[in-house]
């Protein structure tokens, strides 16, 4: 369904995406997860074509949406995916709804524009959205305007509002964060549902290492602007190469609170304008030697055995890829 091979995107002469790759199929969930400022925003913005909106570029790479190039896509055309096809859901609804329409006809626009209905049809499908997403009443629903709406209640809106068109990819971009956590827990589970009833790609996007665990088939892991390790979830959680990932599961126990940093990983996550040299994570890294300060790591294939592993199927290998010039497992 989608494919990103080694995007690269600027802003000016700074470069702040580099290097990200990754693969998703239909009734797939791939969590992409990093501190903030690692450059997740700025993969979502890449894949819905929003980057010139905001003065950036891609410089190099491709994104694939079921065979179309969309880095060369005009925007006339982009205007009918986004929205159409590909669905975003984004921190905070009110980016997505419009404070002074009522709820109903917002999300009745989309299926006109897209699906091309007129405005009963329309309404019809909002409702019938609304109530597939268990929103009590409806019809009723409909005549509000976000105002009169709970943060959950606005987020389940923007979320029938992705699925307005019927999209073949949904890109939640920390949909949950504004939220508290009893609320957090219903949005993941009720986007893990659509993805089985309506066989979605999803992409969700999260600082979040327990929810990735919970929720995602695929992970990729983002530092400084890179994919540094990926793969399969359980390859990723069992058999995890790179000393950051490894920093990162070992947070969840204790959880990370917004903005807060890694507990454990000494040093600062690195601004654009200062990436180190070499691997960026190298000032960090415990297992650094000379070469990490000077030559970027080479992305590498990883098999991995599951002899033993009660979670995976005897004798199973799953795949991972990752940067760095010493991966392993802890010692
Ligand atoms: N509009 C912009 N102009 C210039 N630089 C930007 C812009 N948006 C993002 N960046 C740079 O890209 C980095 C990664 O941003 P982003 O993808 O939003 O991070 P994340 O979503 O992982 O927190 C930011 O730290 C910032 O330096
Ligand atoms: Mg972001």
């Not at 080479?298 to 795949?319: D, P, W």
């Amino acid at each position: 369904m989608l494919a990103v091979q080694d995007l690269g995107v600027a802003f000016g002469d700074i470069e702040p995406l580099s290097s990200v790759s990754f693969a998703l199929e239909r009734g797939e969930i791939l969590g992409i997860v990093g501190e903030s400022g690692s450059g997740k925003s700025l993969t979502a913005m890449s894949v819905m074509g929003l980057l010139p909106l905001q003065g950036g570029r891609i410089t190099r790479g491709s994104v694939n949406f079921d065979g179309q190039e969309l880095t060369r896509l005009p925007e006339k055309e982009y205007r009918k995916l986004r929205g159409g096809r590909i669905g975003l859901i984004t921190q905070n609804p009110m980016t997505s709804l419009d404070p002074l329409q009522k709820i109903g006809i917002q999300i009745d626009s989309v299926i006109e524009l897209h699906l091309g209905l007129n405005r009963t049809q329309a309404r019809a499908r909002t409702v019938d959205i609304l109530g597939s997403l268990r929103i009590p009443e409806p019809s009723l629903i409909c005549d509000r305007y976000p105002h009169q709406m709970s943060g959950g209640m606005k987020q389940r809106i923007v979320i029938a509002m992705a699925l307005a068109a019927d999209p073949d990819l949904l890109i939640a971009d920390e949909p949950t964060t504004a939220l508290d956590v009893t609320v957090q827990a219903q949005i993941i589970k009720l986007l893990k549902d659509l993805v089985k009833e309506r066989d979605l790609a999803l992409i969700l996007i999260t600082h979040d290492m327990s929810v990735v665990a919970q929720t995602c088939d695929k992970v990729v892991v983002m530092y400084a602007g890179r994919a540094i390790e990926q793969g399969d979830v359980q390859a990723i959680f069992h058999r995890p190469q790179h000393p950051y990932t490894q920093a990162l599961i070992q947070c969840i126990p204790h959880g990370l609170a917004k903005g807060q940093k890694l507990t454990g990983i000494k040093g600062v996550v690195p601004t654009v304008k200062n990436y180190p040299q070499g691997c960026a994570f190298h000032p960090r890294c415990e297992r650094a030697q000379a070469i990490c300060s000077q030559q970027q790591p080479a992305f590498i294939s990883v098999e991995n055995s599951f002899e033993g592993l009660r979670t995976a199927t005897a004798g199973s290998t799953m795949k991972s890829t990752v940067a760095c010039h010493f991966p392993g497992e802890q010692a």
